[in-house]
């Protein structure tokens, strides 16, 4: 209830830490919370905030890949392109090195 809170908040560092208080929790995070959330503020004019959306979606796509690109494909009108490439950030890395590797 109170990350609930601070997200509807003008606060904007309120806000960012409603955002990113589960970024630790890897395959425990509420993700259905979490795109919820990205969504509500994705409008947010604040580049702390759209850069803390883009940084939780890129945590939890370390735990679910597939969840976040389908989520930022969705909704990709919605969320800023700063969002969109924090989002996906450390998967292209990740892609780039595979294919670096050969694999």
């Known amino acids: ?14 806000v960012r830490s409603a955002l990113l208080h589960m970024l630790g929790w890897k395959a425990a995070t509420d993700a259905g919370w979490l795109f919820a959330a990205c969504l509500a503020r994705a409008d947010h004019p604040d580049f ?9 979606l890129r945590e939890y796509s370390k735990v679910d890949e597939h969840a976040v690109i389908a989520f930022v494909a969705a909704h990709e009108s ?4 700063l969002s969109r490439r924090e989002a996906l950030m450390w ?8 294919a670096a590797a050969g694999g």
């Open 48 to 56: 702390f905030v759209r850069k803390a959306i883009g940084w939780a």
């Open 1 to 14: 209830p109170r990350m609930d809170a601070w997200l509807a908040g003008d606060d904007l560092w309120l």
């Open 78 to 81: 919605e969320l800023s392109s």
């Open 91 to 98: 998967l292209e890395r990740r892609r780039r090195r595979l």
